[in-house]
């Protein structure tokens, strides 16, 4: 299984700032996802990430708010730009291991406040 | 539109009681179905998972879920909770190619109370 590592692991942040999220994977991977986790909310994918290509973003995520790199198959990082309260959220990185046992694996988590 | 619905957003329940939460979902395709477990302060947890085969799946500690296609539906149970089950549950659908592009439900928050 993979094991994913997340930095920070929590932030707080004031408005008009970006923060940029960093995602380890021990294992190359070709799929990394990015979701939003909202205060008592479920997740949502942010966007696929792919290595050697643009991430791929779900409707009502946009690139220059939420820019995206994947430089290699073990990384990749979420930058959360021109930070606003509604973006405090939890952020996490997904990575899937495809095949017959396919499965998703998800990082701790970035908590992010922005104030 | 594919979406996934946790009926139940919180659930109380006393220490060794059963207990089942719900899970339906809308789709016109073949689907992957996912039980995720989150602990306070934690990331999710890969509790069991449906892909094919037997509808009766089996996961870790002492969870199970059963597929019923005719009702969409993928109830997570456990015949007797402990304390320690306290946390958000998450059901999670993939809707083809496995399990990328998941599409959660809302969660449901189980309570397990001495």
């Known amino acids: 299984s993979a094991v994913i590592s997340q930095k920070p692991s929590r932030d707080i942040c004031q408005r008009g700032t970006s923060l940029t999220i960093q995602c380890q994977v021990d294992?190359?991977?070709?799929?990394m996802f990015w979701y939003r986790q909202q205060p008592g909310q479920s997740l949502t994918l942010i966007a696929t990430a792919n290595q050697g290509s643009e991430a791929t973003y779900e409707s009502g995520f946009v690139i220059d708010k939420f820019p995206i790199s994947r430089p290699n198959l073990t990384f990749s990082t979420l930058t959360v730009s021109n930070m606003s309260p509604e973006d405090s959220s939890i952020y996490l990185c997904?990575?899937?291991?495809?095949?017959?046992?396919?499965?998703?694996?998800f990082g701790q988590g970035t908590r992010l406040t922005v104030v | 539109a594919q979406s996934v619905t946790q009926l139940d957003s919180q659930v109380p329940v006393f220490e060794e009681a059963p207990v089942e939460l719900r899970c339906n979902y809308s789709s016109s395709v073949s689907v992957y179905l996912f039980w995720y477990v989150q602990y306070p302060n934690q990331g999710l947890q890969l509790l069991l998972k449906y892909l094919s085969g037997s509808t009766l799946v089996k996961g870790i500690n002492g969870f199970e879920a059963e597929f019923n296609k005719s009702q969409t539906s993928f109830h997570l149970r456990k015949p007797s909770v402990h304390i320690s089950d306290t946390a958000e549950y998450f059901c999670?659908?993939?809707f083809g190619g496995g399990s990328e592009k998941l599409v959660f439900g809302k969660g449901t928050k189980l309570t397990v109370n001495p």
């Open positions: 997904s990575v899937e291991e495809g095949g017959v046992n396919t499965e998703a694996f």
């Open positions: 294992s190359q991977v070709t799929m």
């Open positions: 999670a659908v993939g």
